[in-house]
């Protein structure tokens, strides 16, 4: 199983923001030189609340950081955007890291976004399969041409390919059962939410239900968890508990438990915590991993270290104790 690293690129509101580049560029460093497997890159916008960076300028910005790591967007929010110049995108990326990027997209959950990108919420679905479907004929055809509801195109070329043949893999974002069961219909692969346990190995299996039903190969599945390793649990917990519950909290205003089934973030640490947090010590991290590994058959663990408000000195020990204490035994 690759365990690969998710970058958070949220900082609060009144972070001074000079210098972070160099900050995420030693996070990747510290990855690659340990035994961690890729690198994640996250998308939202009009965050009025937190500071976000903008994903592609940071995957742009890592390109060639990364090394022999994966190089994931997770997730592109594919229907705010011209599939088209995700495609041009992706194959960009994949000829800067040698042929090393992964395409994941989702659906996005915030009113806030569709409202800024002047897109019907209700669109979303249909602009996601559209999406997929072209951005796939683009990379593997000379010339690609598409008549759909939301876009059309007319022998449109793009130009370089991607390095990967016959293209990148990509991915699907999904928290619900019909986006998941969707997922596997249109992509290579599914990346699991931040969802309680038992909710994700349900998921999971759902995905591998529909690649099965369809006559499809199974397909690659991830799983995204929160994450902190320091040498004890209880440093782990002291570092992490404050700014990981409050990232939490935004979750909730944001709306993010109303798009997933039978979720609510709203619970006390404990719970949260045996659900989906992956914090301790190096040992109880990697008993935590092998409960995921033997429930659910993972191919990926993808782990997020950072939270908004946390000191950057913490995030690379938790960076650097993931890299050389736990990957090399899961």
Not at 3 to 16: C, I, K, N, S
Not at 231 to 241: D, G, P, R
Not at 243 to 267: C, H, N, R, V
Not at 299 to 317: I, N
Request: with cysteine; charged share 30%; aromatic share 8%.
């Amino acid at each position: 199983m690759d365990l690969e690293l998710l970058l958070v690129t949220q900082y609060e509101r009144d972070r001074a923001l000079a210098g972070v580049g160099e900050e995420l560029r030693e996070q990747v460093a510290i990855a690659r030189d340990g035994a961690l497997n890729g690198i994640g890159v996250s998308e939202h916008h009009v965050t009025d609340d937190h500071q976000y960076l903008l994903n592609e300028a940071v995957v742009a910005h890592l390109a060639d950081a990364v090394g022999d790591m994966r190089l994931t967007t997770a997730l592109c929010l594919l229907p705010y955007h011209n599939p088209v110049r995700i495609a041009e995108f992706g194959a960009t990326v994949d000829v800067l890291t040698g042929g090393q990027f992964r395409l994941g997209v989702g659906l996005g959950y915030r009113d806030a976004e569709y409202d800024a990108f002047g897109v019907d919420h209700a669109d979303g679905p249909g602009r996601l399969i559209e999406g997929v479907e072209i951005i796939e004929r683009l990379w593997t055809e000379d010339r690609g041409t598409y008549d759909g509801d939301h876009f059309q195109l007319d022998e449109v070329t793009i130009r370089p390919k991607p390095l990967q043949e016959p293209r990148p893999p990509i991915w699907v974002g999904a928290s619900n059962e019909s986006s998941v069961r969707r997922g596997a219909r249109i992509a290579d692969g599914f990346l699991g939410a931040h969802v309680p346990f038992d909710l994700a190995r349900r998921q999971i299996a759902d995905f591998r239900d529909e690649r099965e039903r369809t006559g499809r190969d199974p397909g690659e599945v991830g799983l995204l968890r929160e994450a902190y390793v320091a040498e004890t649990t209880a440093a782990a917990e002291a570092v992490v508990t404050e700014p990981l519950m409050g990232k939490y909290e935004g979750y909730t205003e944001w709306g993010q438990d109303d798009a997933i089934d039978d979720d609510t973030f709203e619970s006390e640490w404990n719970r949260l915590a045996e659900d989906r947090f992956l914090v301790g010590s190096p040992d109880d991290v990697v008993a935590e991993i092998e409960r995921y590994r033997e429930a659910m058959d993972l191919d990926h663990l993808f782990v997020r270290t950072q939270f908004p408000g946390m000191d950057p000195a913490d995030v690379r020990s938790s960076i650097r104790l993931l890299a050389e204490e736990v990957a090399p035994r899961v």
